[in-house]
């Protein structure tokens, strides 16, 4: 398409060679094949600047200009000059700041080149030369973005032009004769040169700068948008126009607003009578706005209608507007049409505001096949059939929302339907033919929209909730006003085939995304920095409402290793950051959906809960929901209203827990006084990972609480630590009674117990008198001090022989986790063998006890410690385990006697642990003969376990293959990375392959998390250096705090390693001798 202006581009370009005015150089920057075609037409930098545009404009595009008159004599910096300036050329973009025209190192340049320019300028002849190039240019649909298969054409045009303009650049001062004395014209020449390269260098530095990032202007805003939208779902692309109501709040002759990969065809603004088109859209790919200019000013305060028409491709990226496959009863291919717009990908479907407080209300039309379902946030308000097989859907009105929540499906379903006590329709869409599968999803959204009007005390402002299942999602679930996406994984529930773990992680995930139609879409953060606030207390509310509906899961136990112990993980490193961290970009963006805005968002929230207690909680939550919904807001909203609700000092305490990045770690010490008093010495420092003294010097509010070993489920005391030591007594404690700090490991940080502290402690384990959690947090702060250099791993090792008569599920998780990454440190030692012998005789007598089959009655948490044992069993090679879990796995593959899906990944990596090719091609049928999700997620997953490094091979190849979704090829390609045989390979696979990947998952957190896994479990400092040195060289937008985290954590296995490698040997050795396995 791009042919004929390449051409007409040359000709005009050699025509212009032909001048006899000189040129100034304009150096032709060659930007990359994906930016817009007309970034490469010319850099006009230091020309554009003569007529510098106005001081407030910090984003408008450099043009090739003309000056009228005679300028001769005109300074560059004269404004009456730049007040003559009229566009000769447009649909240029520079990434230069004009603001660089007031920088004093680049002045000399424009001064050399300015006279020269201005005799350029006023040529006629030139002039028409120039405009026939934009002419040519011009020809080509600017708008878009330019395809890779005329990158060569581009290639061979910006070559010829660069020639052309080398021979017809100035190469002296204006005014001078060159036919003067050679040595002098020379010197000239020389010293032009110098400037100019001076000026290279600066402009050179000035783009490897990052580009300070913008929120969108506010002079203008949406109040509604009518918004029309037809994908084609045979040639992957989508059209649309919006209707959008503004208020123009102070003069402007341009709108700014949010656009990327869409190509707006058409725009006009109508305001009192007036009808105005721009005179060009000026895009920037970095910013991803689309700016459009007017002729004429439109007056402040006006109220007007602009209309846009717009074009794009339904990707495969699973954000914007994309498609996601799915098969046919046939087994052919089909796609649906889905989006996917948190955090900023609203802009990629439609030209929007794409920021959360700028927010509207939507009237969203379909126009789609008659035999697909469509859905939107609202309900259907009226259909029309339309010629082709097409048909028009028309939905309500939304209420007032953010862009990121805007939602529509397009595509095959089938759903089944439930109403909730108060009223509201609810509907859960699944893949045709299953739809039994949302039945569980069903009952929990039923009962959890009526427990969250209760507990918020407002009512669901929507009149339907959909929840639909999607083929190809990248995150877990998203919340999309009245139409909540999820993956198929956490929505549907095969009765036969889900695990009770998938289940209730179902339950959680709906539990969540319901939630946050409160607390997110009612109310939601005015920017991202505080997306913790969505997210943090979405995460701790889905367990208060799973508590409710499934106490028997005794659910908030498990909070303590599913969230709170992953955020102190983390929150440990010194490249963590801080539950507040202010974000720009959208790559910054993307890059805080992690453990620290939603686990350690929640376990604050945990903390504060108990700190002001449940009554004055839920008091403050109806405040602060009542007070801003439909609006925006901060942290300290949520302070004021907890605040006001409780009468504590709400902002005082968790303000430090926001703002400061890590925790603390509480030291403790106790004197005996007396017959029956303790005295308790409290220090507060920061904790850190590698134990070194914290940078900063950060205090923290501490709520601390004390429980005693006369009644360990009760508190004895409660205090604030807001100091950085403190002295506190304890009356009725007698010498030989322990004392817990954080009973129910509610306060977010760790304890470090005085020797004596903890070996009164200890017995209390063994005899089960600790709470689990009280069991739980003690071994979990122990392994942390190991990490840190605090206490030697053979010690601690010693001290899990406590841990024996353990029976609870979720101390077995802590304990598993902290030998997991034990495991992973001796991977790289000669040490595998004795520690799988540790850990047969500290897992077998629990598997023992608890056998392969499920008792009458047996409660849900040793279902699941029944799993996570065989499973831990399977990886420390117990002969017994692993032979009884190959015969289990015959009978399934016979159909003699299925597995139950609790233990199919124990048993599936037994068999693949030491498998051959013929085991391996037997997992890859299972794999391909079934539909269901989560099984082929089982499988996969348990690929990576191979012993084998060519079978390792092959399950990258075939995680790379269209037989695994994008979505879940990054799990299986982890699965690899975390075996010791694997990782080496899958790191080398990564370093080959990683422009495929960035091109494949866009950035964004699935690439973040491959990379995380990828990396951390290194443990050398050459291979740290190594990491580091090549994400410089190769950098992926939106991942730079993953790599430094995980090459922090390499760096702490490499010093953990060399300094307990010998003392871990001898006790492993030791323990060898007292056991025969």
């Known amino acids: 398409m791009y042919k004929h202006a390449l051409k007409g581009g040359i000709r005009t370009a050699k025509q212009a060679w032909k ?6 150089k304009l150096n032709l920057e060659l930007a990359k094949t994906n930016s817009d075609f007309e970034q490469h037409l010319c850099e006009a930098a230091r020309i554009i600047q003569s007529c510098a545009p106005p001081a407030n404009n910090t984003h408008r595009p450099l043009l090739l200009l003309k000056k009228h008159g005679d300028n001769s004599k005109s300074s560059p910096y004269n404004s009456s000059s730049t007040s ?52 040519d240019f011009s020809s080509a649909s600017l708008g878009s973005s330019l395809k890779s298969s005329d990158a060569p054409l581009l290639g061979d045009l910006c070559s010829q032009y660069r020639v052309i303009l080398a021979h017809t650049s100035a190469d002296v001062v204006p005014g001078e004769d060159r036919h003067q004395a050679q040595c002098n014209y020379q010197q000239k020449r020389r010293a032009h040169q110098h400037i100019q390269s001076q000026e290279e260098q600066l402009e050179q530095q000035k783009m490897a700068q990052k580009t300070q990032f913008e929120r969108l202007p506010t002079n203008v805003v949406p109040r509604h948008y009518e918004l029309l939208l037809q994908p084609n779902l045979e040639e992957f692309t989508f059209k649309g126009k919006t209707v959008v109501q503004v208020q123009v709040k102070e003069p402007t002759n341009q709108i700014t607003l ?28 970095e910013n991803e706005t689309a700016t459009l200019e007017f002729g004429q000013e439109i007056p402040k305060e006006t109220a007007g209608v602009l209309r846009m028409s717009f ?3 339904l990707n ?58 469509a859905l939107s946030n609202m309900p259907v308000i009226k259909e029309d059939s ?60 039923t009962k959890v929209l009526p427990y969250y009007k209760d507990y918020f005390n407002i009512a669901y402002p929507l009149p339907k909730m959909d929840l639909i299942a999607i083929s190809d999602f990248s995150a877990g679930a998203m919340e999309n006003w009245g139409l909540v996406t999820y993956r198929e994984t956490f929505v549907l529930v095969d009765p036969k085939n889900t695990s009770l773990m998938r289940k209730q992680s179902i339950a959680l995930t709906v539990g969540h995304e319901i939630a946050h139609q409160w607390f997110g879409n009612l109310v939601t953060m005015e920017w991202w920095t505080h997306l913790w606030l969505n997210e943090g207390y979405a995460s701790f509310v889905e367990f208060l409402c799973v508590h409710h509906l499934f106490p028997e899961y005794d659910i908030w136990t498990q909070f303590v290793t599913d969230m709170y112990t992953r955020a102190l993980e983390l929150d440990s490193l010194k490249n963590s950051h801080p539950i507040e961290v202010p974000v720009g970009h959208p790559s910054e963006i993307d890059e805080i959906f992690d453990e620290i805005s939603y686990n ?46 409780s009468s504590k000092k709400v902002a005082e305490v968790m303000s430090s827990w926001t703002q400061h990045k890590g925790f603390p770690v509480v030291s403790v010490e106790s004197e005996q006084r007396g017959g029956s008093k303790r005295v308790l010495r409290l220090n507060q420092c920061k904790f850190t990972a590698d134990g070194s003294q914290a940078e900063e010097n950060c205090l923290w509010t501490v709520p601390i609480s004390v429980s005693t070993s006369k009644n360990p489920t009760g508190i004895a005391k409660t205090f604030l630590l807001d100091k950085p030591s403190m002295e506190v007594i304890l009356e009725n404690v007698e010498e030989s009674d322990w004392i817990k700090i954080n009973p129910g490991t509610v306060g977010y940080y760790r304890t470090r117990y005085s020797s004596k502290m903890l070996e009164q402690l200890m017995p209390a384990v063994e005899r089960m008198e600790l709470p689990p959690l009280d069991r739980l947090g003690l071994i979990d702060d122990m392994f942390a001090m190991v990490q840190a250099g605090h206490a030697s791993t053979a010690e601690v090792l010693a001290l899990v022989d406590s841990y024996r008569n353990e029976t609870n599920y979720t101390v077995w998780t802590a304990i598993t986790n902290s030998l997991t990454n034990l495991h992973i440190l001796i991977s790289h030692t000669d040490l595998m063998d004795d520690f799988h012998r540790f850990g047969r005789n500290l897992y077998e007598p629990v598997a023992q006890r608890l056998g392969w089959e499920p008792r009458d009655g047996e409660n849900h948490l040793d279902t699941l410690l029944r799993s996570l044992v065989l499973t831990r069993l399977v990886s420390f090679r117990s002969e017994d385990i692993i032979e009884t879990a190959r015969a289990r796995f015959r009978s399934h593959v016979t159909g003699t006697n299925l597995l139950p899906a609790d233990l199919r990944t124990t048993c599936y990596k037994a068999v693949l642990q030491d498998g051959d090719e013929k085991v391996f091609e037997e997992m890859l049928s299972l794999y391909r003969s079934t539909d269901l999700h989560e099984e082929q997620d089982r499988i996969s997953r348990a690929l990576g376990c191979c012993s084998d490094v060519k079978l390792l091979r092959r399950v990258i190849d075939f995680a790379m293959s269209g037989e695994v979704r994008a979505q879940d090829s990054v799990f299986v390609i982890v ?5 010791p045989k694997g990782r080496d390979m899958a790191w080398d696979f990564f370093k080959e392959n990683n422009k495929q990947l960035l091109e494949r998952y866009q950035g964004g957190f699935l690439l973040s998390r491959l990379i995380k896994y990828l990396i951390e479990n290194f443990a050398t400092e050459d291979r740290a250096r190594e990491v580091e040195e090549f994400f410089k060289t190769n950098q992926i937008p939106g991942c730079e705090r993953t790599v430094s985290q995980a090459v922090e954590t390499i760096r702490l296995n490499a010093a953990w390693l060399q300094r307990d490698r010998v003392a871990l040997a001898a006790f492993l050795g030791r323990y060898k001798s007292h056991y025969v396995r």
Not at 262 to 269: N, W, Y
Not at 339 to 367: N, S, Y
């Open 386 to 445: 339309l010629p082709d097989g097409l048909r028009r859907v028309r939905f309500d009105r939304t209420p007032i929302m953010s862009t990121y929540l805007v939602a529509v499906v397009v595509g095959e379903y089938d759903y089944v339907e439930g109403k909730s006590d108060d009223g509201v329709i609810v509907r859960v869409f699944t893949p045709v033919g299953k739809r039994e599968q949302g039945t569980f999803a069903l009952e929990v959204a």
């Open 311 to 313: 074009t794009g491709e």
């Open 19 to 24: 001048l006899k005015n000189e040129l100034g």
């Open 84 to 135: 003559a300036c009229s566009i000769v050329a447009n649909h240029y973009r520079t990434a230069v700041n004009p603001r660089s025209v007031t920088d004093k190192t680049v002045k000399p340049v424009f001064r050399v080149e300015t006279g020269h320019l201005n005799a350029l300028i006023s040529s006629k002849q030139f002039v028409k030369v120039q405009k026939q190039f934009y002419r």
């Open 975 to 979: 699965a690899v990375a975390i075996n």
């Open 600 to 645: 350690k968002g929640a376990s604050v929230i945990r903390m504060l809960h108990d700190y002001i207690g449940e009554d004055d909680f839920r008091k403050g939550m109806n405040i602060y929901l009542t007070r801003h919904q439909y609006g925006n807001t901060c942290t300290e909203d949520l302070w004021t209203a907890l605040q006001e609700a």
């Open 316 to 373: 495969d990226k699973m954000k914007g507007f994309y498609r996601s496959k799915y098969f046919g009863p046939n087994g052919e291919e089909r796609y649906a049409g889905v989006t996917q717009f948190e955090a900023t990908d609203a802009r990629r479907c439609f030209p929007c505001w794409d920021e959360p407080a700028i927010k509207a209300t939507f009237d969203i039309t379909l126009v789609v096949p008659k035999d697909r379902v």
């Open 258 to 285: 949010n656009a990327l990969d869409i190509t707006i065809d058409s725009v006009e603004l109508d305001y009192e009578c007036t009808k105005l088109k721009p005179e060009k859209i000026v895009y920037s790919v």
